[in-house]
Structures are given as structure tokens and as C-alpha cells.
């Protein structure tokens, strides 16, 4: 079973600075993306930022320019450098994982459970 746990979530004042990270455990083989997501109260969820294997990026339009999505093969960790955080950007922040598990034939997708971003004077 792959697991993913996320943290780095809090309560930063507009114009900080967060970091989130996604550390993902279990039988895990290869995977095809890891992205973030957000879904915040009355809005749909949002893909943030998307990261391939071999290290292709994309952004939503609106977080283009202040964060920044990088991974670490070898911690089996994604990241999500998050500047000049503004109080649109308040929401759950959820990892995905997609990709291939061992012994599986198939593509899987796993979430993880979500962190807490509070952007407030």
C-alpha cells in the first residue's frame, strides 16, 4: 500500500513564505506525476503545480512565479516552495501520487490526507 503524508501547512502572514513536503512510503516502483492540489471552501479542487519524472513542471496560472514544485528521488519526497503567499491562496493542500506499484501492472493514484495553509494578518 502506498502512503503519502504531507506537512509543512500553518498559519503565515500575507508575503511569507511556505514549505510543504510530501513524503511517500510503501510498495512503491515508479511513478508517472506527483502534484499539488487545493481545495478550498466553495471553489473546486485545483491542481497547483505538477512534477514528471524526468523533472517537466507546470503551475496554475495563478501561483505561476511565486511557488515552485521539485522532488527528491532519493527521499521519495515532492516539495512545494510557496512565496508571497496571499489569502487566496488559504486552503488544504493535498499530494497525489501516480504511478506504478510493485508487482502491479496498472497505473494507481494515491492522495494523501491534506495540510492546513491559513494565509491572515
Known amino acids: 500500500q502506498v502512503q503519502l503524508v504531507e506537512s509543512g501547512g500553518g498559519l503565515v502572514q500575507p508575503g511569507g513564505s511556505l514549505r510543504l513536503s510530501c513524503a511517500v512510503s510503501?510498495?512503491?516502483?515508479?511513478?508517472?506525476?506527483m502534484g499539488w492540489y487545493r481545495q478550498a471552501p466553495g471553489k473546486h479542487r485545483q491542481l497547483v503545480a505538477i512534477?514528471?519524472?524526468?523533472?517537466?513542471?507546470n503551475y496554475a496560472d495563478s501561483v505561476k512565479g511565486r511557488f515552485t514544485i521539485s522532488g527528491d528521488n532519493a527521499k521519495n519526497t515532492v516539495y512545494l516552495q510557496m512565496n508571497n503567499l496571499e489569502p487566496e491562496d488559504t486552503s488544504v493542500y493535498c499530494c497525489?501520487?501516480?504511478?506504478?506499484?510493485?508487482?502491479?501492472?496498472?497505473?494507481?493514484?494515491?492522495w494523501g490526507q491534506g495540510t492546513q495553509v491559513t494565509v491572515s494578518s
Open positions: 497525489q501520487w501516480k504511478g506504478v506499484v510493485v508487482l502491479g501492472c496498472n497505473m494507481v493514484v494515491h
Open positions: 510503501g510498495s512503491v516502483f515508479s511513478f508517472s506525476t
Open positions: 512534477i514528471t519524472r524526468g523533472g517537466t513542471t
